[in-house]
């Protein structure tokens, strides 16, 4: 079955430095990739959706220059958190979205940054 | 303003006993539906989803669903529990079938006891 891997699973990093976490679609090409933020005992938020070969497009209240987006391949979106904060710490989750089944996503398992 | 509300943090049953998790939904329009699971160090799983037709929505893992728009709500339902079942359970809604924008519950974590 369809397979997204994330790396790192976990990540600390100290503040002021930037931190950049990869979404792997492994066996299959991925067209949209969706970036989500979890905070603790609250719901996944959507923070921007990417679509291979252009920008993304974010949603309210994300900044954009604070996370950078890139999805340069099919198989491949990365997210960037530039001059990382205490409040930046969250759980990242990625999910993928194949071209050739449009109604299924495969989600990443998540990668948790701690920024001291 | 769409949102969902899952309205308990922590559920723990017995492993045999029956669960139902509750979920009210609020969309403006036509809502697709959906249950994930979350088990440690893995990604969200889609255990079912409701476009349309029948309310009575059948997934894996021996997961069913009920849509009742009067009610707004979508509880998921599973008759036997399995200590495997353990994890956390999101209900989500969307305004396309393709989930461009999925909006989710805060979960439920459900723990089983022998």
């Known amino acids: 079955g369809a397979v997204v891997s994330q790396h790192p699973s976990w990540v600390i990093c100290k503040s002021g430095t930037s931190v950049k976490i990869e979404c792997r679609s492994l066996?299959?090409?991925?067209?949209?990739m969706f970036w989500y933020r979890q905070f603790p005992k609250q719901s996944l938020m959507l923070m921007a959706t990417s679509n291979e070969g252009s920008k993304a497009t974010y949603e309210q209240g994300v900044e954009k220059d604070k996370f950078l987006i890139n999805h340069a391949s099919l198989t491949l979106s990365t997210l960037t958190v530039t001059s990382a904060h205490p409040e930046d710490s969250s759980f990242y989750i990625c999910s993928a979205r194949a071209l050739s089944r449009a109604n299924v996503l495969t989600f990443g398992a998540g990668s948790r940054l701690t920024v001291l | 303003a769409q949102s969902v509300t899952q309205p308990d943090i922590h559920i723990t049953v017995s492993e045999g006993a029956s669960l139902e998790l509750r979920c009210n939904y609020s969309y403006g329009a036509t809502p697709y539906l959906f249950w994930y699971v979350q088990s440690p160090g893995q990604g969200l799983q889609l255990l079912l989803k409701y476009f349309s037709g029948d309310t009575l929505v059948q997934g894996i893992k021996g997961f069913e669903a009920e849509f009742k728009r009067s009610q707004s709500s979508f509880n998921l339902r599973k008759p036997s529990v399995h200590w495997s079942d353990a994890a956390e359970y999101f209900c989500?809604?969307?305004?396309?079938?393709?989930?461009?924008?999925?909006?989710f519950g805060t979960g439920t974590r459900l723990t089983v006891i022998p």
């Open positions: 989500a809604v969307a305004g396309d079938p393709g989930a461009n924008n999925l909006f």
């Open positions: 066996d299959f090409q991925a067209t949209t």
